[in-house]
C-alpha cells in the first residue's frame, strides 16, 4: 500500500511540529487509501472516495478560506510551525492537486470494477441500445428540460449567481441559421439528483451533464456546440461570530443566508475548457483570487455516494445489528433503575444508540422526573432526542436545551430545532457567543422518595442517531451525586454565565482542562524521575496544542512511554531522538470513524493497571477545545467500566494492525503490516460484547477473550 507524501516543516523551527494543513490533507490521504483497499467491497471502496470527496470539499470551504482571508488582508500570522499564510495556500494547492489526481484514478480503477460488477455508469456519448436512447430522452425532456434554465452570456445578460458547490455547463454554440457565435450557461440545480438510473435490473446509471449534453439538439436545435465544459465552485462557508451581535438568532439566519454568496475559494474546471473561456468564466463569476484547478475526469467526487445507494448487498459491508446493553433488559428496559444500581458504559457503534434515546424517552414518560437538561451540538434531521425533549416539555416537565449554533454546516439545522423546542415550552439556550458548547451532557433529575436523585449521561460523541451508527464513541451513565452536581454546574455556567468554584469529578475547558492535564503529565514525568513505570495512552481525532505538543515532548526526555491513537492531525513530530524518541503515534481508519476521546495514565504502573487514572472527554488536544470551547473531562473510576474503557477498548485500538498507520519521523504515514497473526479492532468489538454492558446473567455463558499487548511484541 502507498505511504503518503511526508508533511514538509520549516528548519526555522528546528522542525518541532508538523503543519497543521498539510496533516490533514494527510489524513485524507489514508481515507483515499481505502478505496483501494482489496479488503473492502466495491461499493464500500467507492463510499471512501466519496468520503475523501466531501472532506477535501469542506477543507477548502472554511481552512482555506481562512487562509485565503488572511492574505488579502496582508495577515502575516505563521503557524506553528512557521509558515505564512501564502506558503501554507501554496503547499496546500500542491498537495491537493496531487490528491485529486489521486481521486481520479481511484474513480477510473472503481469505474472499471463496478462494470464488471454489473453497475456501469453511462458517458455522455457512449453507444447504448435504442430501447435506452429512448427512455434517456424521455427522460430529458420530462424531468430535466422543465427545470433546467440556459442563459445567454451576453451584455444584455447579467452573470448568473452559482451557489456553493454547483456544478455548470458551458456551452460555446454556433446558430446555423447564420453562423453566429452564440454562449450559454446552464446551471445545473442541485435539488436534481446527480446521477440517473436506467430501468431495468441491471444498474446502468447516467450523470445529469452526460444526459445534458447527450441532448444539446432538444436543449438547443438550431445551433451547432463547438464547445462545451463543466466547471464547479467552491465558496467560503466559515461563519465569524461578531462578539458585538445582539441577537444571535437572527445574526446566524442571516449569515447563513451570506454564507450561500460567500466568495469563491476554488474554480474546478474540466481540463478540455480553452485557456481564454476559462479566464472569461472566472472574471464574470468575480473568482479572481480563487484556486483554479483543471479536472481531468469525474468532477465533483462527493456525489459518487449516490451509486452507493445502489442495493447490492454483495458489494457492501455485511450488515451490523447493534446489540442493546444487556444490563438495561435485565431491569426490565428500566434505564434509571441499571444505572443506580451502576454506572454503565456503552461503546458506539457496537452497542445500540437506542439506549441513549431509551434514557430520555423514559424521563419524558416518567410522572417522577421532574427536569431534563440537554445539550445540542449535532443531532440529525430526524432526531429521537428532539422529539423526547418535546414530550417531555409538553408532559409538564422542566426541560432545558442548549442549542449550539455554531456546530459548522448544522447551524441551519439547529435553528429549526430550536424554534420547534420552544414552541413545546423547552427553555432554549444558546450558550456564549464567544465559545461552542461541545461538551455532550445529559441529566435527569427525578423525585425518588422524599429526595431528589439526578442520572446523567456524558458522551464522547454527539446526540445524533445516524453518525452514532458509523463513529465509535462512549456513553457513560452515572447516578453519583457528584457527577449529578457538576453537571448541574455546567449547565449554570452555559445558561448564566456562573463560573464553577470547585468541581467534584469534572474539569472543564476554557477554565482549567489544559491546565488539569499539564498536571497529569507532570505526575507520570514525577513517576519517571523516582524510577517507576511511567506510560500515558491517549486516544483522541486531532493533537495541535503546542503548549501540549512541548509537555509531552518534556515527557518523553523524561522516560515516559506515550502511545497515542490521533485519527486525523498531528502536530506533534514522533520518534525524534532526544526529543520525542519515547512517543509514538498510531492512525486507524477503517469500516468505522474512530471518533471517542480517551485518556489514561499510568499513575506509577505500567498500563493497563487498575489503579491507572482513566478519563473520557468531549475534547480534543486543540487550542480551540482548551481556550474556546464548553469542553469537559471525566475520571472513569467504577472498577468494570475503568476496566472496559482502559483494558479493552484502549488496549484493542493499540493492537489493531490491519487498519492501522504509524506516523514517521518526517511526517509520513506506514501502513502496520501484520507479522503474524492479525487484529483488527473493528471486527472484534462486533463479535465480542462488552466487559461492563453484556450483563450478569451472560457473564459466564459469554467468555470475552482477554486482550494483551504481549500479542503484538
Not at 449529578?484 to 455556567?493: K, L, Q, S, T
Not at 462488552?690 to 459466564?700: N, V
Request: a negative charge; glycine letters at 6%; hydrophobic letters at 45%.
Amino acid at each position: 500500500m502507498a505511504e503518503a507524501d511526508p508533511i514538509q516543516s520549516i528548519a526555522g523551527t528546528g522542525g518541532r511540529y508538523f503543519n497543521r494543513e498539510l496533516s490533514w490533507l494527510n489524513f485524507n490521504q489514508r481515507v483515499l487509501e481505502e478505496a483501494s483497499n482489496p479488503a473492502h467491497p466495491l461499493l464500500e471502496r467507492l463510499r471512501f472516495l466519496s468520503i475523501s470527496g466531501n472532506n477535501l470539499d469542506e477543507f477548502f470551504m472554511v481552512r482555506v478560506a481562512g487562509l485565503k482571508g488572511q492574505q488579502l488582508q496582508g495577515v502575516e500570522l505563521r503557524s506553528v510551525d512557521g509558515l505564512t499564510p501564502a506558503q501554507q495556500l501554496d503547499a496546500i494547492g500542491a498537495r491537493a492537486d496531487a490528491l485529486m489526481s489521486e481521486q481520479q484514478a481511484g474513480w477510473h480503477a472503481l469505474r472499471d470494477l463496478l462494470r464488471g460488477a454489473g453497475i456501469t455508469v453511462i458517458g455522455s456519448t457512449e453507444a447504448v441500445d435504442a430501447r435506452a436512447d429512448a427512455w434517456m430522452r424521455e427522460h430529458f425532456l420530462e424531468q430535466i428540460f422543465p427545470i433546467i434554465t440556459p442563459q445567454a452570456l451576453d451584455p444584455a445578460h447579467p452573470f448568473p449567481f452559482i451557489p456553493n458547490k454547483g456544478l455548470s455547463l458551458f456551452f460555446d454554440l454556433l446558430r446555423d441559421s447564420d453562423k453566429q457565435v452564440v454562449q450559454e450557461l446552464v446551471i445545473l440545480p442541485a435539488t436534481l439528483p446527480r446521477f440517473i438510473r436506467l430501468p431495468g435490473k441491471s444498474a446502468r446509471y447516467i450523470a445529469i451533464e452526460s444526459l445534458v449534453r447527450r441532448f444539446t439538439d432538444l436543449l438547443f436545435p438550431g445551433f451547432t456546440v463547438r464547445e462545451s465544459g463543466l466547471f464547479r465552485i467552491l465558496r467560503d462557508s466559515d461563519i465569524e461570530i461578531e462578539e458585538e451581535a445582539e441577537d444571535l438568532v437572527r445574526y446566524y439566519r442571516s449569515a447563513i443566508k451570506q454564507r450561500r454568496r460567500g466568495r469563491i475559494i476554488r474554480l474546478e474546471m474540466e481540463s478540455r475548457v480553452a485557456e481564454p473561456v476559462e479566464d472569461m468564466l472566472q472574471t464574470m463569476m468575480q473568482g479572481d483570487e480563487a484556486m483554479v484547478v483543471d479536472i481531468d475526469g469525474f468532477m465533483g467526487i462527493t456525489d459518487l455516494a449516490e451509486l452507493v445507494e445502489e442495493d447490492r448487498p454483495d458489494l457492501k459491508f455485511t450488515a451490523y445489528v447493534p446489540r442493546f446493553p444487556e444490563r438495561i433488559r435485565e431491569y426490565g428496559g428500566d434505564c434509571f433503575a441499571a444505572i443506580k444500581a451502576k454506572d454503565i458504559v456503552v461503546h458506539h457503534p457496537y452497542e445500540s444508540f437506542d439506549v441513549v434515546i431509551a434514557f430520555l424517552k423514559q424521563a419524558a414518560a416518567d410522572p417522577d422526573v421532574v427536569a431534563i437538561k440537554q445539550t445540542l451540538y449535532r443531532a440529525g434531521k430526524q432526531s429521537a432526542i428532539i422529539r423526547a425533549l418535546i414530550d417531555a416539555a409538553e408532559a409538564g416537565k422542566s426541560v432545558t436545551a442548549v442549542v449550539e449554533l455554531k456546530a459548522r454546516f448544522d447551524e441551519e439545522q439547529n435553528l429549526l430545532w430550536a424554534s420547534q423546542l420552544e414552541r413545546a415550552g423547552v427553555q432554549v439556550v444558546y450558550g456564549f457567543i464567544e465559545w461552542k458548547t461541545h461538551a455532550k451532557i445529559s441529566m435527569v433529575v427525578r423525585r425518588e422518595g422524599d429526595a431528589f436523585r439526578t442520572y446523567c449521561h456524558f458522551g464522547t460523541g454527539n446526540y445524533h442517531p445516524i453518525t452514532a451508527r458509523i463513529y465509535t464513541d462512549l456513553s457513560f451513565f452515572t447516578a453519583d451525586p457528584r457527577a449529578g452536581r457538576d453537571a448541574a454546574a455546567v449547565f449554570n455556567y452555559i445558561t448564566g454565565y456562573v463560573e464553577p468554584q470547585s468541581m467534584e469529578l469534572l474539569t472543564l475547558s476554557p477554565l482549567h482542562l489544559r491546565d488539569r492535564l499539564v498536571a497529569l503529565i507532570d505526575a507520570e514525568i514525577a513517576h519517571a524521575r523516582d524510577g517507576r513505570p511511567a506510560s500515558l495512552w491517549a486516544k483522541m481525532n486531532s493533537l495541535v496544542d503546542p503548549a501540549i505538543i512541548e509537555k509531552l515532548y518534556a515527557a518523553s526526555n523524561a522516560g515516559v512511554k506515550i502511545e497515542l491513537i490521533v485519527r486525523g492531525i498531528c502536530c506533534l513530530r514522533p520518534g525524534v531522538p532526544g526529543m520525542s524518541d519515547n512517543i509514538s503515534v498510531k492512525s486507524i481508519v477503517g469500516r468505522f470513524l474512530e471518533h471517542s476521546r480517551i485518556w489514561a495514565f499510568g499513575n506509577g504502573e505500567a498500563l493497563p493497571n487498575s489503579k491507572a487514572k482513566v478519563f473520557i472527554s468531549s475534547a480534543d488536544w486543540m487550542p480551540r477545545n482548551f481556550d474556546r470551547r464548553v469542553e469537559y473531562m471525566l475520571p472513569i473510576q467504577t472498577p468494570t467500566v475503568h476496566d472496559q474503557v482502559l483494558d479493552q477498548v484502549l488496549v484493542a485500538n493499540l493492537l489493531d494492525n490491519e487498519q492501522s498507520w504509524e506516523l514517521q519521523s518526517d511526517g509520513s504515514y506506514v501502513r502496520l503490516k501484520p507479522d503474524g497473526k492479525t487484529f483488527n479492532l473493528h471486527h472484534y468489538f462486533m463479535t465480542n460484547p462488552s466487559l461492563s454492558g453484556r450483563g450478569a446473567a451472560r457473564r459466564k455463558a459469554e467468555a470475552v477473550p482477554k486482550l494483551s499487548l504481549r500479542a503484538r511484541d
